[in-house]
């Protein structure tokens, strides 16, 4: 053993590093502190790895969040002790639900330290509890080769967990000893360190990790049921994957089922066959009559709970239904009205069934489906009338007019509450590849920003946010990375001054107006400009239709950080809603019924 610590905590970190590299991990979001020198150093002077240096944890964790998600790969994150480990909590919550994968590295103090009043020292043993797949409280380094063998092989463990099916964050918990570095610190020792001195680089956790293969018997039960029963539906969920849309589509086509297509899921954008896609049952299934006509007997469910609360109604409406969630982890099955779950990859699961449907011959009955396309085309083209005649600001055609001037393989973030049930409502598909994602795993509005610009640091395609102006002012600091690392994104401000989903909830009409305002609608009176110009945005607030698109064709075309900023006013908002609703519905009462 050694009594240099600097030393061991260097090799140990080192080695740690190493082989996160090895193994995969190309971005680590550096937070600064003292207490994890050691690996900030190691991750720093890595040269497979980019360090992107944020000072605020709780944007610097969504920042990375927003990387892994749109990378479909591990990101790390490291903090010092203390309360700036807490700080990842909500967006390492955010990750697990929402299937991220995160290697969440925190600096401790040493057992010693510990619960001895020792300053920067809080209990990090399970911080974040049951919302990571593992954890490990690693030892205090010591010279010695066993421990640095555990450090490749914990490391190695941790990308291949974080990325297995269902991916998710894990967290290390690292103490570490002063003297932090070693006391002879040169540029050749950190040479040498770096250069992978006594360090294996295990390749094998780059593998891919595999997908949970369907048992040959559901599949065939199930795909049996199909052949039976001509009324089902394939509801695609949040939650895209790769493949998962031809594959729902191929199933589509030999089942006769529609697809019912969230916005996240990847399925409503594409290039894919698009015959059987449904993408307005959001407004349609808000009519009852238009509701009942069309229950199915069968349901095939794939990936997260829908956005849309009529859609949730709908598949709730029957509880004696045969209702199948097929999910790789968890089932995502609130209601508790799954009759059962096929524990298994989505994509291939689908795919699978599409064959063996197939090969049961006989014609597919197309007039079920044939009658959700029925009430599908005319609510979209209900719904593209009733926006065009809104020429004051409305917040249900800002998100459509974004949609529209999208170019090819960009990327679309929007935030929780309103913007992402209005982008479900409103916004139709086509064959451009798009992605659209949210922080639907716990829906929150913290981090929103943070996690766009985290996206805009690895896209290939542009990338814009459609926000809320509390989600927007609740993650100010997050602006500060497109400012330090010159990111290129655009941030659409909806701004009505509150908490507008509260205007379309029973408290709205249940409490007085200055009640109300004081506990739902929560006006900040904040100014949105002079936020874009603390952090070196460009700010425009548009006045008309015409300026919004030329000023969003202007800020995708350009470089740096636009905030776009729309005024709206909320009781407004939720009359604007109601008038499209009785849009759509008027339309579908000129639709034929089923069996008519």
């Given at each position: 053993m050694t009594l240099d610590p600097g030393s061991a905590n260097l090799d140990l970190a080192s080695a740690l590093v190493q082989q996160l590299a090895a193994s995969g991990v190309r971005h680590a979001v550096i937070c600064p502190g003292s207490r994890s020198t050691p690996l900030a150093v190691a991750l720093a002077t890595h040269s497979e790895i980019r360090d992107w240096v944020l000072v605020d944890e709780r944007a610097a964790a969504y920042?990375?969040?927003?990387?892994?998600?749109q990378l479909t790969a591990p990101v790390a994150i490291l903090s010092t002790s203390g309360t700036a480990a807490a700080n990842f909590l909500p967006a390492v919550v955010e990750a697990r639900l929402n299937r991220v994968p995160l290697i969440v590295l925190t600096a401790d103090r040493p057992p010693e330290l510990r619960d001895w009043g020792a300053a920067q020292t809080i209990d990090q043993i399970q911080l974040f509890g049951s919302h990571v797949k593992w954890f490990v409280d690693m030892p205090v380094p010591v010279t010695?080769?066993?421990?640095?063998?555990?450090?490749?092989?914990?490391?190695?463990?941790?990308?291949q967990t974080a990325r297995s099916d269902p991916a998710g964050p894990i967290h290390l918990n690292l103490p570490f000893r002063e003297p932090l570095l070693p006391a002879d610190l040169r540029p050749s020792l950190l040479g040498r360190v770096m250069s992978g001195h006594g360090c294996h680089n295990d390749d094998s956790a780059q593998a891919d990790p595999g997908q949970l293969v369907p048992a040959a018997a559901a599949l065939d039960e199930l795909a049996s049921q199909i052949a039976r029963e001509a009324r089902g539906i394939i509801v695609c969920g949040p939650g895209e994957a790769p493949g998962l849309a031809t594959a729902a589509a191929a199933l589509s086509e030999a089942s006769g089922y529609p697809v019912l297509a969230d916005p996240l899921s990847g399925a409503r954008f594409g290039a894919h066959d698009r015959a059987g896609v449904i993408d307005a049952y959001d407004p349609f299934l808000r009519d009852q009559e238009t509701a009942e006509s069309l229950q199915p007997e069968l349901v095939i469910r794939v990936g997260a709970v829908p956005i849309s609360k009529p859609l949730q109604q709908f598949l709730q409406a029957r509880p004696d239904r045969v209702q199948v969630v097929i999910d790789a982890g968890t089932p995502r099955d609130p209601s508790h009205l799954a009759t059962s779950y096929i524990i298994a990859d989505g994509t291939t699961t689908l795919a699978t069934l599409a064959d063996r449907v197939a090969n049961f011959g006989g014609s597919v009955n197309r007039e079920w489906l044939d009658a959700w396309k029925a009430v599908d085309q005319p609510t979209g083209a209900a719904i593209a009338s009733a926006l065009a005649r809104e020429e004051g600001p409305f917040e249900g055609r800002a998100v459509a007019e974004v949609a529209a001037l999208l170019p090819e393989g960009a990327t679309l973030v929007v935030g929780n509450s309103m913007p992402i049930r209005d982008v479900d409502a409103f916004v139709r598909g086509d064959r451009r590849w798009l992605r659209i994602v949210s922080n639907r795993g716990a829906n929150g509005i913290d981090g929103v920003v943070s996690t766009a610009l985290g996206a805009a640091a690895v896209a290939d395609g542009s990338v814009v946010l459609i926000v809320g102006d509390l989600s927007f002012f609740h993650d100010l600091n997050g602006l500060f990375a497109a400012a330090k690392f010159g990111l290129d994104a655009t941030v659409v401000v909806l701004n009505n001054d509150g908490g507008g989903i509260f205007s379309f909830l029973p408290q709205a009409e249940q409490l007085d107006a200055q009640t109300f305002e004081s506990l739902f609608g929560t006006p900040t009176g904040l100014d949105v400009s002079a936020a874009a110009r603390?952090?070196?945005?460009?700010h425009a607030r548009p006045g008309n239709w015409d300026d919004f698109r030329r000023e969003l064709c202007r800020a995708m075309r350009g470089r740096g950080l636009s905030v776009i900023e729309l005024v709206t006013d909320r009781n407004c908002n939720v009359a604007q809603h109601r008038s499209v609703w009785a849009a759509v519905a008027g339309a579908l009462r000129r639709v034929a019924p089923i069996g008519a």
């Open positions: 920042f990375a969040l927003g990387m892994a998600r010695d080769d066993a421990l640095v063998r555990h450090a490749r092989a914990t490391a190695a463990r941790a990308v603390l952090f070196g945005a460009s």
